[in-house]
């Protein structure tokens, strides 16, 4: 099984309060540090509430996981395969396939589906992820039953959101690539004083948003739920934008009410009874009084605590009852921002957190709760740009650092002549060409009655093109005499 990651497993950190993410990070370092060692590239994250082991190319898959095993802190260490969401059923293909090859007949007798979907958006829940894919297994792994308390194996399925960006690991750091690449061919160098990169997201939906027990729809919710109370709050969860620093992030939504009628228990009333009637000048009206969400502040959080939000305008009459109608308020993305845990939620989020609500209390009443729909957020660092941390070249086969070219200031070259101009053919193999001779037989039509054209047969290196040494181009007899002949100051081969 080709196996790309690790999902590490802790114990008593889970536990712990509002430290939790400095355990956490500790633990991360700690396991970067045991796979040094490692043959392999490695790439240890932390991820919603889980820590991942990333693994780029191949790898000594028992060497990582016996380093893993000696660090203090981890109870479980579970290699992980990773697909592509191509639809359910190519997922439940390779839940399949990935039971078959694990599991085969003899081994493991029944079987328990253990679904997690952290990306909502995601058509099936994680129930009907249960069930589903258990079908599927029952189907294709006929040797095998359902025991949902006591099985022989459990095969856990987590659906999250796939990551556009791929990264690349070089010296056990992770970096984003940014590929600048020629449309035509380069036949002279190009140079420049310096590269500069910028970027902008467009509008996205918010990844989650609670209120620290519920989850809550993220296209139309309630912050303040249907009953106004002081101190109530939510949080909106955006970690990708989020971590943006230095950026400017806007958000958009529209802001409704909707009313809550609240009256008193039959208790309350008796209640209410008792005192009017100790006090027989005060009156008991039957006049429901009006809440409103009267203030509000949002929030983020700086890895110690909350902080006031730098939003461009006051937002704290923002819910109450003027705030109707299309809303956009934007501000300069904290550089200090951090995750938390929020529920079930690991990541950056704002906090809406209800200050003041006059009459919230009262009652009769009526509630006039905000309702906040079609919540959208987007970043630009308006115009502002900053150099590369690494810098490559990559011209043919020919690959070269500049890193410290693009910090002297001068000009460099940014862009060599390749040595893919003149006329040629490029054959390319997936697999290296090893243990014995290697021919190759192809066929030419002379269409421009041009014979006898002299010719290389060069092979690539990381230095470039070579010749081949040893090698020899025959003609088969009966056949036309070939179009290409070699160049005889070079050997050739096949």
């Known amino acids: 099984?080709?196996?790309?990651?690790?999902?590490?497993?802790?114990?008593?950190?889970?536990?712990?309060?509002?430290?939790?993410?400095?355990?956490?990070?500790?633990?991360?370092?700690?396991?970067?540090?045991?796979?040094?060692?490692?043959?392999?590239?490695?790439?240890?994250?932390?991820?919603?509430?889980?820590?991942?082991?990333?693994?780029?190319?191949?790898?000594?898959?028992?060497?990582?996981?016996?380093?893993?095993?000696?660090?203090?802190?981890?109870?479980?260490?579970?290699?992980?395969?990773?697909?592509?969401?191509?639809?359910?059923?190519?997922?439940?293909?390779?839940?399949?396939?990935?039971?078959?090859?694990?599991?085969?007949?003899?081994?493991?007798?029944?079987?328990?589906?253990?679904?997690?979907?952290?990306?909502?958006?995601?058509?099936?829940?994680?129930?009907?992820?249960?069930?589903?894919?258990?079908?599927?297994?029952?189907?294709?792994?006929?040797?095998?039953?359902?025991?949902?308390?006591?099985?022989?194996?459990?095969?856990?399925?987590?659906?999250?959101?796939?990551?556009?960006?791929?990264?690349?690991?070089?010296?056990?750091?992770?970096?984003?690539?940014?590929?600048?690449?020629?449309?035509?061919?380069?036949?002279?160098?190009?140079?420049?004083?310096?590269?500069?990169?910028?970027?902008?997201?467009?509008?996205?939906?918010?990844?989650?948003?609670?209120?620290?027990?519920?989850?809550?729809?993220?296209?139309?919710?309630?912050?303040?739920?249907?009953?106004?109370?002081?101190?109530?709050?939510?949080?909106?969860?955006?970690?990708?934008?989020?971590?943006?620093?230095?950026?400017?992030?806007?958000?958009?939504?529209?802001?409704?009410?909707?009313?809550?009628?609240?009256?008193?228990?039959?208790?309350?009333?008796?209640?209410?009874?008792?005192?009017?009637?100790?006090?027989?000048?005060?009156?008991?009206?039957?006049?429901?009084?009006?809440?409103?969400?009267?203030?509000i502040c949002m929030e983020y959080y700086n890895g110690l605590g909350w902080k006031k939000l730098p939003v461009d305008m006051d937002v704290s009459g923002l819910l109450g009852g003027a705030g109707t109608g299309n809303i956009s308020l934007s501000f300069l993305c904290p550089t200090d921002w951090a995750k938390i845990q929020v529920g079930a939620y690991f990541g950056r989020t704002v906090r809406l957190r209800l200050i003041r609500s006059d009459n919230c209390y009262l009652r009769p009443g009526i509630h006039h709760y905000p309702v906040i729909e079609h919540f959208r957020a987007e970043f630009t660092y308006e115009g502002h740009f900053v150099d590369p941390d690494r810098l490559y070249r990559v011209a043919g086969t020919e690959k070269k650092e500049i890193t410290g070219q693009l910090k002297t200031g001068k000009r460099f070259m940014a862009m060599s002549g390749g040595s893919y101009q003149d006329d040629a053919l490029y054959l390319g193999f997936n697999n290296r060409m090893e243990n014995g001779p290697v021919s190759l037989y192809f066929e030419l039509e002379d269409q421009l009655n041009m014979n006898s054209l002299k010719c290389r047969f060069e092979y690539s290196t990381a230095e470039g093109f070579r010749p081949f040494a040893g090698g020899h181009a025959q003609h088969i007899p009966g056949e036309p005499e070939p179009l290409l002949a070699p160049d005889p100051k070079i050997q050739c081969a096949g």
């Open 1 to 295: 099984m080709n196996y790309q990651a690790f999902l590490i497993k802790y114990a008593e950190i889970g536990i712990k309060g509002k430290n939790r993410i400095l355990f956490e990070e500790a633990l991360v370092r700690q396991i970067a540090r045991s796979l040094k060692p490692v043959e392999g590239e490695f790439e240890v994250t932390r991820e919603m509430g889980r820590i991942y082991v990333r693994v780029d190319g191949s790898f000594d898959f028992e060497g990582a996981v016996d380093a893993m095993r000696h660090v203090f802190g981890i109870s479980g260490i579970c290699p992980v395969v990773i697909v592509e969401d191509e639809g359910f059923e190519a997922l439940a293909q390779a839940v399949v396939r990935y039971t078959t090859e694990v599991y085969p007949e003899g081994r493991a007798k029944t079987f328990k589906i253990f679904a997690r979907r952290s990306n909502k958006s995601y058509p099936r829940d994680s129930m009907q992820l249960n069930a589903d894919l258990g079908e599927a297994v029952l189907n294709g792994c006929p040797w095998m039953q359902v025991d949902v308390h006591h099985p022989d194996c459990v095969v856990t399925v987590e659906v999250r959101k796939h990551e556009k960006c791929k990264h690349l690991v070089i010296g056990g750091r992770s970096y984003a690539v940014v590929v600048l690449e020629a449309e035509g061919i380069v036949r002279s160098a190009e140079e420049l004083t310096g590269i500069g990169l910028s970027s902008s997201g467009e509008e996205r939906k918010a990844d989650f948003v609670t209120d620290g027990k519920n989850d809550m729809d993220v296209e139309a919710f309630a912050p303040f739920s249907d009953t106004l109370s002081v101190y109530n709050e939510c949080y909106v969860g955006h970690d990708l934008y989020f971590a943006k620093g230095g950026s400017r992030v806007t958000l958009h939504f529209n802001v409704g009410h909707r009313d809550r009628s609240l009256f008193l228990t039959r208790q309350e009333e008796e209640a209410e009874l008792r005192v009017i009637k100790k006090k027989p000048k005060m009156i008991l009206s039957d006049i429901p009084a009006e809440a409103f969400a009267d203030e």
